[in-house]
C-alpha cells in the first residue's frame, strides 16, 4: 500500500507535537512547578528549563507565576487610637515561597490566594492604625512622625498571620492612599477656609491700623506745625505791640484828645459797611435840616 | 442502495446532531471559545443534513412513484391515466417540486439569518470571553481529537459516497461533518496552544471562525440572489441552495479546485478542470500549503527588535547565557518554541501620574485656575477627588489630644513622574506587574512626602525642592525593589488647595487672602497719600500765618509810629482852637463814613406815626428776572417813610 509522503510527514510532526506535550513541560524564568502523581505531590521545579513528566492523567503539572505579585487593597474607614476616623488604602507585593503549601492552600489560584490574604491584610492595617495616633501618621514634626515605622508593624503582623500557613511570602506592604471621610473632609474645608479668613481679615485689619496710625501722625504733624506758627505769630504781633508802644507817648499829651480822635476812628471804620443809620434832626450836620442860620423859622418838612 | 444512502443520511444529521451536543458541553467544560463558535457550525450542519435528508425521501419517493407508473402504463395501456392531470398522476413529484419551490427557499433564508446573526453576536460576546481552563485543557483536547476522528470517517466517507453515486443530497451533510472535523481538529490545537501558554490563540481562532461564519452568510445571501437571475436549462438538476461552496471548500481543501472548476462550470459553463493550472495546482497544492507552513515555522528563527525596544530571549524558558538581553537590531534564534522573545518598550520615556489625572477636555482652556476644575472626574466621585492629606505647621502647633483636632490640610495633587527602564531582566523577571508596583511605590513616596511637609511650604518655595525630594525618593525605593528603572522626572507643577464644594469653596479663600492683601496695601498707600498731602499743606498754611503775622506786625509799628506824628501835628491844629477843631474833624470823619451807609433822618419830632422800617435783605426780582442789574436807586424801595 502506496503511503502519501505529505500525510506521513505531516502525522509524524503531529505526532512529536502530541508527544512533546504529553511528556515534556518547559518552566519559565517567572515560574516555579509542582508535578502531581495521582493527585499526590512528586516534586517541585524552581529552575527554568525543559522538563520531562510522565503523562496525564499518571502526573499533573501545575505552573504558578513566581514573581511579586502586586495587590492592593480598597480604600477603607478605620479609626486611630486618638479616635479620628481615617481612610487608608494599602498596597501589598506578595510572591510563592513555598509552590507545594501554595497549591494546596489556594488551589494555585492567585485570585483567590489575594482574596484569602485581603482580611489577613486589612486586620493587620486596621490593628495597627488603632493603636497609634492620628499626628503619628501626620506631622510636620520628624521625630513625631511614625508612618515607616507604622508600615513596619503592618508588614510585621502581616507576616506573622501567614507564616508557615499559606505557602506565599510578603515582600512589601505600604500605605498608598491616606484620606480623611468625607463629613471630615467638609469640615476640614470649612477649617482650611476659616484660617483663610482669618488671615484675610488680618490683613484688612492690619491695613486699616496701619491707615489710621499713619493718619493720625500726619494731623498731628500738621498740627503741631500750625500750632507753632500761630504761637510765633502772636510772639511777632507782641513784639510788634511792644514796639508800637513806644510811639503812644505822644498821646500823653493830650489823652482826651487822642480817645476822642480814636473814637472817630473806630466810628469811621465801624460804619464801612452795610449800616443803617436813623439819625434825629438835632444830630449835627442834620440839625441844619431844621433851619439855616439867619432863615428864621425856615425848615424842611417832609 | 438507496435504501443505504438514506441511511448513510440519517446517520450524517444524527452524528451532527450528537457530536454537536457533546462538543457544546466540552466547550462549557475547557471554556474554549473556538469550540464554541464550532458548536454553530455543527448544528447549521445539522439542519441542513436533516433538509437534504428530507429531500433525498422526497426524490426516492418521487422515483418509486415514476418506477409504478412505468409499469402501470406497461400492463394496462389505458388511456384513461394519460387523461388525468399531471398532478394528480404524480403527487410525489408534486410533492417534491413544492419542497424545492417553497420549503428550500425558506429555509435557506433562516439558514442564512442564522449564520448571521450567530457571527455577529459571537464577534460581539467573545472579547468578553473567559480564557481556557488550563486544568481542563489535556481532557479536551483528546475529546477534540476524537470527534474529529469521527467526523472526518463519516465525513469522508459520505463525501466518496456522494461523489461516486452522484448523490449531491449528501454532500451538505459531507461538507458539514469535514468541516466539523477541522473544526474539532482546531479547536484540540488551540487547547494544545493554551497549555503551552499561548491561550490567545484560541481567541484569535474564534474570531477566524466567526469571519468565515459570516462569510457564508454572505455566500448563502448571494447564492438566493444568483439563483433567481441563475438560466435554467432543462433537464440539469438545480443547486442545492443552502450547500455552501464555501464550506464544501474548507472541508476538503484538497478540492479547492475542483469547487471552484464547479462554481465555474455551474455559472457560466467554462471547463475549468481541463486547464494546466487545474491540474498542476491539484498535484502540488498540498506541497505549497506545507512548504508555507515550513516557511513560517522558519521564520522563527530570526527576530526584529526596533529601536525602542530590547528583548529578552529564553530558550526552553531559561535566559540564554550571554543572550538574554537583544538590543535594537536582527538577531538569530533557535525555532518556536524552542527559543522564544519577549519584546520590551525599554527606550521609550513612559509616564504615569499620581494623584489627580488632568482632564484633556477641561484644560484645552487657555487658563487653567485652581477654582475651576480642570481633572479628570472618577466614576462615582464628585468633579474632582478631596485632595491628599498634608500636614500643616499652623495646626500641629495648636493641635491638642483632648480636642481631637484634625492637623492636617488638603491638597489636590497631580504629580506626573516619567521613567525608563534600564535593566530590563530586572524589570521582567523580578515582578509580575512591575509598572504598577513603580506607580505604588511612587504614591507611597508622595503621601509620605506630604505627611511630613508644611503645605504652605511646599506650595510655595519649597515646591522644586519637594519635586526634586520625591524624584530621588522614589528611585531608592525603585532600587530596593529591583525594579530597573531611572526616574527620568517628577513634576510639581499641579499642587494646589482643592476645589471645595458649592458651601466651602477652599481655592478661592486662598485667592481672597490675596485679595485682603492687596486690599491692606491699598489702605496704607491711601493714608500715606493723605499724609502726603496733609503735612506740607500744613507747613504751607504756617508759613502764612507766620507771614500776616509779620506783615500785622509791621503795620501796628508803622501805624503807631504814623499816628504818632499825626497826633503830634493835630495837636497843633487842636491847640489853635480846640472846639473848631473837634467840630470839624468830628463833621468830617461824619460825612465820610456816612458816605455809604444807607441813612434815615427822622425830622419830626411831634408825631405820633409809627415807622416800620424794613431792614431784611431781600434778593432782587431783577436778579431772578432777567441779566440786567438795576442801580440800588431804581429798585423799589422798601421803605416806608
Known sequence: ??????????????????????????????????????????????????????????????????????????????????????????????????????????????????????????????????TNNFSDLISTNQAELKFDQIEKAMLDAVQAQIKQTYGVAIESLGIKQLGLPESITSTVFERMRAERQRLVAGYLSEGERRAKITRADADAQANKILAEASGEAKRILGEADAKASQYYEAFRKNPDLAIFLMQLNALEQSLKDRAYLILGPQTAPFNLLNGAPGDAGAGVRK | MERDLQRVGVINWFVLLVVGAASAIVAGYAASATGTVGVVFLCLGFLAALVSYFQMRLEERERLERLEYEELKKSRGSATLFQEAEGDTFPAQRSREQFERYLVPLFTALLFLSQGGAAWWFWKSLAKAAPPKLDHAPVAMALYALFALILFLLGKYSSGLARLKGQRLLRP??????????????????????????????????????????????????????????????????????????????????????????????????????????????????????????????????????????????????????????????????????????????????????????????????????????????????????????????????????????????????????????????????????????????????????????????????????????RQRVQARANDAHLGVNIVFAGLQDIHPPLGNKRTPVAAAFEQVVSALHQRQTNILYALAYAAEKIPSAEAEATNVLAQARNAAVTRVALAEGEAARFTNQMVAYEASPAVYLQRTRLDTLARALEPVRKYVLTATNTVDILMLNFEEKIREDLLTSGTILPPDVTPSATNK
Open chain 1, 1 to 130: 500500500m502506496k503511503r502519501n509522503p505529505i500525510t506521513v510527514f505531516t502525522a509524524a510532526v503531529l505526532l512529536v507535537i502530541f508527544a512533546c506535550m504529553l511528556f515534556t513541560f518547559q518552566v519559565r524564568q517567572t515560574e516555579v512547578a509542582v508535578v502531581t502523581t495521582f493527585g499526590r505531590y512528586s516534586h517541585s521545579v524552581t529552575n527554568a528549563g525543559f522538563q520531562f513528566r510522565l503523562p496525564w492523567p499518571i502526573q499533573k503539572v501545575y505552573q504558578f507565576d513566581h514573581r511579586v505579585q502586586s495587590f492592593e487593597r480598597k480604600f477603607d474607614e478605620t479609626i486611630t487610637k486618638d479616635q479620628i476616623n481615617v481612610i487608608i488604602a494599602v498596597y501589598a507585593g506578595w510572591r510563592i515561597a513555598d509552590p507545594k503549601l501554595f497549591l494546596e492552600s489556594f488551589n494555585g489560584d492567585t485570585t483567590r490566594a489575594e482574596q484569602t490574604l485581603e482580611p489577613v491584610i486589612r486586620n493587620a492595617k486596621s490593628g495597627v492604625i488603632s
Open chain 2, 173 to 470: 451533510g459531507a461538507g458539514y461533518l469535514i468541516l466539523g472535523a477541522f473544526i474539532c481538529f482546531l479547536a484540540a490545537t488551540t487547547e494544545a496552544g493554551a497549555f503551552f501558554g499561548l491561550a490567545k490563540v484560541d481567541l484569535f481562532v474564534a474570531y477566524g471562525l466567526c469571519l468565515v461564519l459570516g462569510l457564508t452568510a454572505v455566500e448563502t445571501l448571494v447564492g438566493l440572489v444568483f439563483e433567481i437571475y441563475r438560466p435554467r436549462v432543462k433537464g440539469q438538476a438545480a443547486r442545492l441552495l443552502y450547500e455552501s461552496r464555501l464550506i464544501g471548500l474548507l472541508g476538503q481543501p484538497g478540492g479547492l479546485i475542483t469547487t471552484a472548476a464547479q462554481a465555474l462550470d455551474y455559472q457560466f459553463g467554462f471547463k475549468v478542470s481541463e486547464t494546466w493550472v487545474y491540474r498542476f495546482l491539484e498535484k502540488a497544492l498540498a506541497w505549497i500549503i506545507l512548504l508555507q507552513l515550513g516557511a513560517l515555522f522558519l521564520s522563527t528563527v530570526f527576530v526584529i527588535i526596533e529601536p525602542t525596544e530590547q528583548g529578552l530571549l529564553e530558550r526552553f524558558g531559561r535566559p540564554v547565557n550571554g543572550r538574554a538581553v537583544l538590543e535594537p537590531g536582527l538577531h538569530f534564534k533557535w525555532p518556536w518554541p524552542i527559543d522564544i522573545v519577549y519584546r520590551y518598550q525599554t527606550r521609550r520615556i513612559q509616564g504615569f501620574v499620581v494623584g489627580e489625572v488632568p482632564d484633556p477636555d477641561l484644560e484645552r482652556e487657555r487658563t487653567v485656575l485652581w477654582t475651576r476644575p480642570h481633572f479628570r472626574r472618577r466614576e462615582g466621585e464628585g468633579s474632582e477627588m478631596p485632595g491628599m492629606l498634608v500636614a500643616s505647621r499652623g495646626q500641629a502647633a495648636r493641635s491638642d489630644t483632648s480636642e481631637k483636632a484634625v492637623p492636617a490640610n488638603l491638597l489636590t495633587v497631580s504629580i506626573p513622574f516619567q521613567y525608563q527602564i534600564t535593566n530590563l531582566q530586572a524589570w521582567a523577571y523580578q515582578h509580575a506587574n512591575s509598572d504598577q508596583l513603580l506607580q505604588d511605590l511612587a504614591n507611597r513616596e508622595v503621601i509620605r512626602y506630604l505627611v511630613n511637609v508644611d503645605m504652605e511650604q511646599i506650595m510655595s518655595s519649597g515646591r522644586l525642592a519637594a519635586a526634586e525630594d520625591i
